[in-house]
């Protein structure tokens, strides 16, 4: 009965594309799909976890894995349990997300039984795209062998300030070069792609020049930001392979006088990086309970502002103190508040939810028998 309904479901969603005035009675559903969420600090599931109520009620798109969600006794067979349950759930599969960059930044650590997963610099430095390829298929085959379909990676951000906190200091860049970061990024997506695993390009518009860490606090790199951290963006999309784009939250007065960090910038989202680089997959908002949003702006303030940028999923990662958790129920709250009460068009939800779907569809979780195929996946690891 679960698998007619969600078929059902999916159909009319899909069906949706072609209409210009979405049935009122789908809003919810279209909302839900822009919450990307994290889904808290429990590693051994228990489906009376509140995230799986909000999975079936419909009011997640995706949601995102952190080490925590991984510190099992036997870390594999329960990674896969997780990652089945979430989808038994979800009347839409989810977007299941991960950020493995690798070097600092795994979560699929070798102390878990994973193998090694090298920096973006390290393959910068080696300068040989058979390594690159060789690692970015590594990582792409154990992703999608365990039914997580889009990792935020690669990172294009380039290394314009080796001293940078948050990229250059822990070699989250490929290089000071932007064609070899280009050319590194390229082979990057081209594996994951071929495996259906999403990659996530970040930190647009640039993070490789600033002087500090937007996960404590407010960034500005109106001095030190550069055109040439565009020039990655501009050559990937291009070659048509890219599906989904990360905000930065960074302050750039020079390409928008707001002072607004470029997730809340409709200049820097749709100005730039919708109207003038030409793209239209699916852009996903770094964490928004990183510092440099959660100190400056109230929580509604920080969801309409994204929202009117032109961010499609806010991603509410959850990877804090648990008084500081947000529920993916409070920000659709907060979403359909500002729909209802008309700051916020159903116009512009459809077209964030019109994106997403397409993204769902072209990677085989709109399939009628996605769930049973990821079950089948999923058994190497019982």
């Not at 099992?72 to 839409?92: D, G, R, W, Y």
Request: glycine fraction near 8%; include cysteine; charge should be neutral.
């Amino acid at each position: 009965m679960r698998k007619n309904v969600s078929l059902l479901l999916l159909l009319l969603a899909l069906s949706g594309f072609a209409r210009t005035d979405p049935p009122k009675d789908t809003i919810d559903i279209m909302i839900g799909q822009m919450i990307m969420i994290g889904i808290g600090d429990f590693d051994l599931v228990d489906e009376s976890e509140g995230i799986f109520k909000e999975i079936k009620n419909g009011k997640v798109g995706g949601v995102v894995l952190y080490e925590k969600n991984i510190l099992f006794e036997s870390p594999k067979p329960e990674l896969a349990l997780l990652v089945e349950t979430l989808q038994k759930n979800a009347t839409i599969p989810l977007f299941v997300s991960i950020d493995e960059e690798g070097g600092r930044v795994t979560r699929m650590k070798t102390r878990y039984g994973f193998p090694k997963n090298v920096s973006a610099q390290y393959l910068g430095d080696m300068n040989n795209l058979d390594s690159t390829r060789f690692y970015a298929n590594q990582t792409a085959s154990i992703l999608s062998s365990f039914g997580i379909n889009m990792n935020y990676a690669p990172v294009v951000d380039v290394n314009l300030n080796p001293r940078n906190p948050v990229i250059g200091r822990i070699e989250r860049s490929f290089s000071s070069d932007y064609n070899e970061v280009i050319n590194q990024a390229d082979v990057v997506i081209k594996e994951h792609n071929k495996r259906g695993v999403i990659p996530v390009l970040k930190h647009f518009p640039g993070h490789g020049s600033s002087r500090s860490d937007t996960h404590l606090g407010l960034t500005d790199v109106t001095q030190t930001w550069q055109i040439e951290e565009m020039y990655p963006y501009s050559a990937l999309i291009d070659s048509g392979a890219v599906k989904a784009i990360m905000t930065a939250h960074i302050v750039n007065q020079s390409l928008d006088a707001t002072k607004n960090p470029a997730t809340l910038s409709k200049r820097i989202v749709t100005g730039m990086l919708r109207d003038f680089l030409g793209f239209d997959g699916v852009i996903i908002s770094d964490d928004m309970q990183m510092g440099a949003i959660n100190n400056e702006y109230g929580l509604r303030e920080a969801i309409r502002l994204s929202i009117e940028a032109g961010v499609d999923m806010l991603m509410f990662a959850n990877n804090v103190k648990d008084y500081n958790m947000v529920s993916a129920s409070t920000v659709h709250a907060i979403i359909k508040d500002l729909l209802f009460e008309g700051i916020i068009t159903r116009d512009r939800i459809y077209q964030s939810y019109k994106r997403i779907m397409k993204l769902k569809a072209e990677t085989g979780l709109c399939d009628a028998d996605y769930y049973r195929s990821l079950k089948n996946k999923l058994r190497a690891y019982n």
